[in-house]
């Protein structure tokens, strides 16, 4: 069955540092990814998405890449502040599917 | 302009009571899908609905879910006989098309 593995850890990092969250993914051919943050209840909000074409996206702090050999993305964002702490979530989604299926997210800690 | 809406934001319920979720997605948003999400982990999809068509179900976990959107606006999600279980974070979202998703604050259902 399809499975997506975000590290269910949380990543501790000092502000000003680069975070980066990985997801991962088998038994799926997905023809698009997206990232979404998702703050205590709240629900989640879109950040990026990247086509199974495209290598790499930005938007401002925000980089994604998207391996479809290695069926890993990654996201980073730079210069990270402690307003970017929250749980972010992947989601895969393909061309023949509406539907979005979510990893479990990772939370992210920025330190001041 | 508004975003998605979702009433009640809190909901408990005693066991065997029926509970009905109620989604106001964003005026002209084609798509609207309904979302279950457990502590820790991602939105789980339940069913999507393009327009008033209720395209996919296949993610409502028994016949006790049952979710409609008859003017192809506002949809409401039932539980019927709800159980522990039962017990969640309910999110709506709506798109224009296939592609990002704007999701609701989410229903707290608490079943006692």
Redesign the interface.
Known sequence: SQKIEQNSEALNIQEGKTATLTCNYTNYSPAYLQWYRQDPGRGPVFLLLIRENEKEKRKERLKVTFDTTLKQSLFHITASQPADSATYLCALGGDSSYKLIFGSGTRLLVRP | GAG?SQSPRYKVAKRGQDVALRCDPISGHV?L?W?QQAL??????LT?F?NEAQ??KSGLPSDRFFAERPEGSVSTLKIQRTQQEDSAVY?C?SSFW?????????TRLTVT
């Open positions: 998605v798509s899908f979302y820790g982990q991602g939105p789980e999809f999507y393009q395209l996919d999110l979202a296939r592609d990002e998703q704007y999701f609701g604050p989410g």
